[in-house]
């Protein structure tokens, strides 16, 4: 039984460079969704995937972000021109949906830590 | 906007006791509210959750008891043990959250001490 992956676990940047994180979801698992947490705060929504599709985005995701999910499996993000207000954890999760009230279960990765110097 | 508003911010509580943690919701088209833990390095894990038909929904030692009409929430965990001492958070979402993801709470640090 393996559980949403995020790699690396930990990535320290220098301001101005670019960064990418990966996220594996639960393999039957059709939903994808972006959070960034930073410390002592509750995670919040960056974006989601239905499958390769990008259906939201949130206001926190500025221009600098960019997301894919090209074959509907694994996400990327993407951070340009890393900013020192951009250190956090990023965590990634995944649900199946549509279906029962068991579809709204969202199911976290490890997540990625973020330093930018 | 706070759209989830979750208190104490950090609770100790004696081995054996039970913990409370509240939260409060301004969204009246929130539909589904689950409980996570989360440990030092970790992401957050699901514990329990609620739909608003239901006033209370038990699993094991963990107990969501809802009030739908004072749109708050709360988490009861019975006979606390030290392995309990983690942060958790309540959260909120529309429909499981295709909208706008989780809303979550900040948080309650909790400690159980031995």
Known sequence: ?117 | QQQVKQSPQSLIVQKGGISIINCAYENTAFDYFPWYQQFPGKGPALLIAIRPDVSEKKEGRFTISFNKSAKQFSLHIMDSQPGDSATYFCAASISGGGADGLTFGKGTHLIIQP
């Open chain 1, 1 to 117: 039984d393996t559980g949403v992956s995020q790699n690396p676990r930990h990535k320290i940047t220098k301001r101005g460079q670019n960064v990418t994180f990966r996220c594996d979801p639960i393999s039957e698992h059709n939903r994808l969704y972006w959070y960034r947490q930073t410390l002592g705060q509750g995670p919040e929504f960056l974006t989601y995937f239905q499958n390769e599709a990008q259906l939201e985005k949130s206001r926190l995701l500025s221009d600098r972000f960019s997301a894919e999910r090209p074959k509907g499996s694994f996400s990327t993000l993407e951070i340009q021109r890393t900013e020192q207000g951009d250190s956090a954890m990023y965590l990634c999760a995944s649900s199946l949906f549509p279906g029962q009230y068991s579809s709204y279960e969202q199911y976290f990765g490890p997540g990625t830590r973020l330093t930018v110097t």
